[in-house]
């Protein structure tokens, strides 16, 4: 089973990326997913989830109203759309995947078995 993300680079800041995670050996379309970031120095920590049906969504408070997390039409994607994107932006971002079929979002790393390799996203001032 693999998870690969996709999509990261280098912008200025106020400018958007888009990063992509596709599923291999298995299909995750019942399963929630989600998106963490892990700044240079600092701990992985949660930025989007959104659960197996795309009808629920979370965020961290940093990237409201700036991060779109949406579901492709096979569910067996997850896209992350960033706007807006600062500084503090800057990261390795890393898709991930609840095993467990039919469950809530999770800010919690604990909640997911399955991680991709890691996208870089670096935003310049």
């Known amino acids: 089973v693999q998870l690969q993300a996709s999509g990261g680079g280098l912008v200025q800041a106020g400018g958007s990326l888009r990063l992509s995670c596709s599923a291999s050996?298995?299909?995750?379309?019942?399963?929630?997913m989600a998106w963490f970031r892990q700044a240079p120095g600092k701990e992985r920590g949660f930025v989007a989830t959104?659960?197996?049906?795309?009808?629920?969504?979370d965020y961290t408070d940093s990237v409201k109203g700036r991060f779109t997390i949406s579901r492709g039409n096979a569910k067996n994607t997850v896209a992350l759309e960033m706007n807006s994107l600062k500084p503090e932006d800057t990261a390795v971002y890393y898709c991930?995947?609840?095993?467990?079929?039919?469950?809530?979002?999770?800010?919690?790393?604990?909640?997911?078995?399955?991680w991709g390799q890691g996208t870089q996203v670096t935003v310049s001032s």
């Open positions: 991930a995947a609840d095993p467990r079929p039919f469950r809530s979002t999770t800010q919690t790393m604990g909640g997911y078995a399955y």
């Open positions: 050996g298995r299909t995750f379309s019942t399963n929630t």
């Open positions: 959104i659960d197996w049906s795309g009808g629920t969504t």
